[in-house]
């Protein structure tokens, strides 16, 4: 991160500021920022608060926060029930069930491939979408993810059993994981552009909900599955992600007047 260039406008116009004050002499070139200072404390307040405020006032990225942080913590009971299944169901050995996540691997890389594909194929920039107001067009990849989501959880939940080959669930696994990765780009590119001005402090919370909500997942799985077995457990987790499909849908039609009513999104 620290090898990036620098992307916010207001420091940049604030380094040039001082460039060219060095350069010419003139004390009176200074930058927006300059005119109105602004106290440690604030920024410190606004980078804690704002993002809790967005999330509650905002609907749309209420979803993004609920549905990525259910989405992430899967990625984490998975670790929880592949010894379940590869172990006690298939009898493999810790070495051969270890391989299995490489499914993850595989399921991200045909992704990314499909993504990168279809990004080759669309003609508008982002700066083109910003003028003409659509935003939500970074959604689209997104659609088949929320489907294929829950799809790649009921074949893991269904065929995780010894009369089936353990291929076939593992197949769901990687399923899952191309399903996430299509979701999780695009609700990466949508923000940015919807919410520059907030957009690091929403990451962070995006990223610290998500993080909280999968160490919870981690500690009631285990029971979960005792409870339920691997078979009710994660069909569980694949119904209730079925709520995503209406969910990211309704967000991708209802976006840009959801946008129109934020005070946060940009215009």
């Not at 269904?158 to 399923?175: D, K, M, N, Q």
């Not at 079925?242 to 959801?258: C, D, N, P, Q, R």
Request: aromatic share 14%.
């Amino acid at each position: 991160m620290c090898f990036l260039p620098e992307t916010s406008s207001s420091n940049i116009l604030l380094r040039r500021a001082h460039q060219l004050r060095k350069a010419t002499g003139k004390k009176n070139i200074v930058a927006p920022s300059e005119l109105k200072p602004m106290k440690v404390s604030t920024h410190i307040s606004q980078s804690l608060i704002r993002p809790m405020e967005i999330a509650i006032k905002d609907p749309a990225i209420a979803f993004v926060c609920i549905y990525a942080s259910f989405i992430y913590a899967i990625y984490y009971s998975f670790f929880e029930v592949f010894p379940l299944v590869y172990q006690d169901i298939y009898k493999m050995s810790a070495v051969s069930y270890s391989l299995t996540f490489l499914a993850i691997v595989v399921g991200c890389l045909v992704a990314f491939s499909v993504y990168i594909l279809y990004q080759r194929q669309v003609r508008e920039s982002q700066e083109g979408l910003i003028s003409m107001n659509r935003h939500e067009k970074n959604l689209v990849p997104a659609l088949p993810g929320v489907i294929l989501t829950p799809v790649g959880l009921f074949i893991f939940a269904w065929t995780a059993r010894e009369s089936i080959h353990w291929i076939v669930p593992t197949l769901g696994i990687a399923i899952y994981a191309g399903a996430t990765f299509g979701v999780f780009q695009s609700i990466l590119t949508y923000l940015p552009i919807t919410y520059p001005q907030f957009v690091a402090s929403l990451l962070a919370a995006n990223d610290f909900t998500r993080s909280a909500t999968a160490a919870v997942l981690i500690i009631v799985s285990t029971y979960m599955y005792d409870d339920l077995g691997v078979s009710k457990g994660v069909t569980l987790l694949g119904s209730i992600s079925v709520l995503g499909i209406a969910g990211m849908w309704l967000f991708w039609i209802f976006g840009a007047s959801l946008r129109a009513r934020s005070r946060f999104a940009s215009s």
